[in-house]
């Protein structure tokens, strides 16, 4: 028999996948898709929590998981107020601020709410685990130019955090002794300079600061993006969307697929063989940066994320970086065993889970 056996919630905006754990091993994995026409019936995302929650413990009646059986359940954590990383329990301010979209309405919001509300009537904990409002940044990493923007931590902070402690496993030490540079390498793109275990400095990921990305423009040239939003006329939404969602690998190659740009490339497509050398270059220099910020003492450069399953990619930015530490690659996301792992090291008593 396991030790603990935890159910893990990570929702989407049309799917929720869930995932049982008994200790390490998975007893199941599934993507629990919703239909437009079901989701389309409330208002606001966070009006379908019931309803996502009672398709959850209806597959679970399925899979023959009794609920009784659970040791705790563990969802993804969602746009809360600035915190450090590590899992936290889910407690009365978390379910009200996560109701009341504090940093936003998103679907991450409904991971701690599910998480909360199936725990709560088997008297078991719930959690969440480094969402992406993780903030360890140092003072002077959030200056901008101007004393009315300030660089913001938004990041992926979960599969970041996970990444980096399969390093340290990997390197025979602790998260908490080492100096790594994580690069998760997705959709939108975040580099973090993990120092002894606090990511010190980060680019903000969700709104396209730092690299090209395959859907986020990066760092622009300041001036140059003021004058082609008020020659354009751009509203505020328009701006949004050049940056984050049709900036970036989309923005020249017309996908944000990266499977797609390698085929191309593969098929002797030079533009998408330069497009994706762009991101390989401006992802190099951010680690570079992070170097900096690390004053050069680095165990390790981290890649994960989908990009990293891309071999000329990888070989791209190891040709730059290397000299820098040696490179670890652990590709894909792991979500939901980044959050199963959050959950076990509390139960296991190996960290205290933190108050929200």
Do not use: C
Request: aromatic fraction near 6%; hydrophobic fraction near 40%; charge should be negative.
């Amino acid at each position: 028999m396991p030790e603990f056996r935890v159910l893990a919630v990570n929702p989407g905006s049309t799917s929720t996948k869930i995932a049982v754990y008994d200790d390490q091993e998975e007893v199941f994995s599934v993507n629990l898709s919703h239909p437009a026409e079901e989701i389309g019936k409330y208002a606001k995302i966070m009006d379908q929590y019931e309803f996502r929650r009672d398709v959850i413990l209806k597959t679970l009646e399925e899979k023959g998981i009794e609920t009784s059986t659970l040791s705790a359940v563990v969802g993804r954590g969602g746009l809360l107020r600035s915190i450090p990383g590590g899992t936290f329990r889910v407690n009365d301010r978390m379910t009200e601020d996560l109701k009341a979209g504090l940093q936003g309405e998103h679907a991450s919001n409904l991971g701690g709410l599910i998480a909360w509300a199936i725990a709560e009537r088997l008297g078991i904990p719930s959690f969440i685990v480094d969402p992406v409002v993780v903030d360890e940044m140092e003072p002077l990493a959030r200056y901008t130019g101007r004393p009315e923007i300030k660089r913001r931590s938004i990041f992926h902070a979960l599969n970041q955090k996970a990444a980096a402690r399969k390093a340290a496993l990997e390197l025979g030490k602790r998260y908490e002794e080492i100096n790594l540079i994580v690069a998760h390498l997705g959709g939108g793109i975040s580099i973090g300079a993990h120092m002894q275990g606090r990511v010190v400095d980060v680019n903000n990921a969700l709104n396209g600061d730092g690299p090209i990305a395959p859907e986020r423009a990066g760092s622009l040239p300041a001036w140059d993006l003021v004058s082609l939003v008020l020659d354009k006329g751009y509203g505020k939404p328009d701006v949004k969307k050049l940056l984050a969602g049709k900036g970036g690998v989309v923005a020249f190659l017309g996908t944000n697929d990266m499977r797609q740009v390698e085929e191309r490339i593969n098929s002797g497509d030079e533009k998408a063989r330069e497009v994706l050398g762009a991101v390989a270059y401006t992802v190099s220099k951010e680690i570079g940066a992070r170097a900096a910020v690390l004053r050069g003492k680095v165990d390790a450069i981290v890649l994960t994320g989908g990009l990293a399953y891309d071999k000329l990619f990888v070989d791209w930015v190891r040709d730059r970086v290397e000299f820098i530490a040696p490179l670890m690659i652990y590709p894909g996301e792991n979500e939901m065993e980044s959050l199963v792992q959050g959950a076990l090291r509390v139960l296991a008593g190996e960290e205290d889970a933190k108050e929200y």
